[in-house]
């Protein structure tokens, strides 16, 4: 069974105060791991995809990476509208050439101006 | 670019009644579209995926014959709760995958179901 596990649950910031988030997983058949931004009440936002272990991501302040067992999403500098829960997603396949993503339980970032 | 919307963003429907809910590509033509269910401080859990023409595929312990999906054209995929009760309450999510060009699924913004 496909697993995926986020850290910490929830994450205190200062203004600036950099810091990594990680996602650990176990999936059949991986495809591609999917970083998401979702803010209270709305879907989830689309940040980076990363194909393979090694590969890295840049986007303003977040930066993914992965290894064939975990991502990590590093933020530098955090500005208060980094604040969001931030969810890691790997595909699998599920079967007859199917694939699907399974969802963490994200991580609640909260930055502290 | 990659758009996609839902209508309603909420309802409040009385239970036994039936509800549907719309999920539109708007910029891109999707082959796949998926329908999510996420209720409060849980994560996103994937009701089924529906291809454009064909029938969708539910996931195990979704009742299809209760989550109605219809998936008529390549950027319009509708989801209808049928027979609502109270704890089919939750946010439903639709997302949409990009036709022929990358694994990345796009969300759209969500429908809140409140069922009385």
């Known amino acids: 069974e496909d697993q995926v596990t986020q850290s910490p649950e929830a994450l205190r910031l200062q203004e600036g105060e950099s810091s990594s988030l990680n996602c650990s997983y176990t999936v059949s058949g991986l495809r591609g791991l999917f970083w998401y931004r979702q803010d209270p009440g709305k879907g989830p936002e689309f940040l980076f995809t990363l194909y393979s272990a090694g590969e890295e991501k840049e986007k303003e302040r977040l930066k993914a990476t992965l290894t064939k067992k975990e991502s990590f999403l590093h933020i530098t500098a955090p500005k208060p509208e980094d604040s969001a829960t931030y969810l890691c997603?790997?595909?699998?396949?599920?079967?007859?050439?199917?694939?699907?993503?399974?969802f963490g339980k994200g991580t609640k970032l909260s930055v502290i101006p | 670019g990659a758009v996609v919307s839902q209508h309603p963003s909420w309802v409040i429907c009385k239970s036994g009644t039936s509800v549907k809910i719309e999920c539109r590509s708007l910029d891109f033509q999707a082959t796949t579209m998926f329908w999510y269910r996420q209720f409060p401080k849980q994560s996103l859990m994937l009701m089924a995926t529906?291809?454009?023409?064909?029938?969708?595929?539910?996931e195990q312990g979704v009742e299809k014959d209760k989550f109605l999906i219809n998936h008529a054209s390549l950027t319009l995929s509708t989801l209808t709760v049928t027979s609502a009760h109270p704890e089919d309450s939750s946010f439903y999510i639709c997302?949409?995958?990009?036709?022929?060009?990358?694994?990345?699924?796009?969300f759209g913004p969500g429908t809140r179901l409140t069922v009385t």
């Open positions: 997603a790997p595909e699998g396949d599920s079967g007859a050439g199917s694939y699907q993503l399974t």
């Open positions: 529906s291809n454009e023409g064909s029938k969708a595929t539910y």
């Open positions: 997302s949409a995958r990009v036709r022929a060009v990358s694994y990345e699924q796009y």
